[in-house]
C-alpha cells in the first residue's frame, strides 16, 4: 500500500494493523512533532519527553492489534501521550521547568519573522512569548494539557474530553479557565 497524503489517519491504522509497515511510517510522519511538543510542553523536559515519546510510540506499536475506530486516530493516539504521562506524574511526582532563553532548548525555538521589525518591538516579542510561555507552565496541569491539546494539536472540546476521559464539560471548563488566566496574565 502507497501511504499517500489524502489517506485518512484511521485508514492507515487499520492498514498497519493489518500488517503494512508503511502505514505506521505515514502516521509516525504526520505526528510526531506534534505528539513530542505535546510531551515537552507537559514535562518540561527534553530527556522525558523523549523517552516518553519513545513510549507512546511503543503502546501503539504494541495495541496495533486491537486497534478499532472509535474517535479520530489523533484522540487514540493522544489518548496513550495523556495515559504515559499520568504514569510518568504518578511514578517519579515531581516536573522540571525550562527557561524559554535556555539556548540548548532547540524545541521551543521561535518561528522565523519574514518581516523587518525594530529592535524594541522585537525585544517587546520575545518578552510577551516568554511570559505566554511562563502562563502556560504555571497553569494547573489539566488546564495546560486542555490548552496544549487544542492549541497545538487542534483538537475539538469533544476529542479533548475523549483524549483525557473526562466529561465534554469538564473539558470545556478546563478550557474556559485556561484561557482566563492566560489573559489575566498576558494583561499584568
Known sequence: MVAGADIGDEEL????REGD??????LYARHKGGVYRYLLRQC?????????????????????AGYT??????TYLYRLAHNRLI???????????V????EEREELAELPDERERPADETLDARRQAGRLL?????LPEAQREAFLLQQEVGMSVEQIAQATGVT???????LRYAMARLRQGMRE
Open 13 to 16: 491504522m487499520l492498514s498497519y
Open 21 to 26: 509497515a508503511g502505514a505506521f511510517d505515514a
Open 44 to 64: 518540561r523536559d527534553a530527556a522525558t519527553a523523549e523517552e516518553l515519546f519513545q513510549d507512546v510510540w511503543m503502546n501503539l506499536i504494541r495495541a496495533r
Open 69 to 74: 475506530v472509535q474517535a479520530k486516530f489523533t
Open 87 to 97: 504514569d510518568h506524574y504518578r511514578r517519579n511526582g515531581h516536573v522540571a521547568l
Open 99 to 102: 527557561s524559554f532563553d535556555d
Open 134 to 138: 511562563e502562563l502556560i507552565a504555571a
Open 168 to 174: 465534554r464539560e469538564t473539558a470545556k471548563s478546563r
